[in-house]
């Protein structure tokens, strides 16, 4: 069984930067499309952005496309999230999952997220 292990979040002001990883371990990490999520206090978690399992298609949600970028490292086993002018919404806990078929509503395995807090 796949493990998920998020690191990189914390504390950062409005229009700084953050990199978010995700290190897996226990399966075979090159066959699998990934996602990042993010939950902010109080509300439901939703998807932010996908990746397929060679990189070669990424997909993003409006409030980030420009702003955040999803990449992989299949030698690492380590996918990444890039996330350039933060803005106090962005705060909040950010998932990475494994997603069937690049689907995002089809997460089968979850990290224990990492919080990411953007002052302004």
């Known amino acids: 069984q796949v493990q998920l292990v998020e690191s990189g979040g914390g504390l950062v002001q409005a229009g700084g930067s953050l990199r978010l990883s995700c290190a897996a371990s226990g399966g075979t990490f090159s066959r699998y499309a990934m996602g990042w999520f993010h939950q902010a206090p109080g509300k439901e978690r939703e998807y932010v952005a996908i990746?397929?399992?060679?990189?070669?298609?990424?997909y993003y949600a409006d409030s980030v496309e420009g702003r955040f970028t999803i990449s992989r490292d299949n030698g690492k086993n380590t996918v990444y999230l890039q996330m350039n002018s933060l803005k106090p919404e962005d705060t909040g806990v950010y998932y990475c999952a494994v997603l069937q078929n690049s689907d995002y509503r089809r997460a089968t395995v979850w990290g224990q997220g990492t919080l990411v807090t953007v002052s302004s």
């Open positions: 990746i397929t399992w060679n990189g070669g298609s990424t």
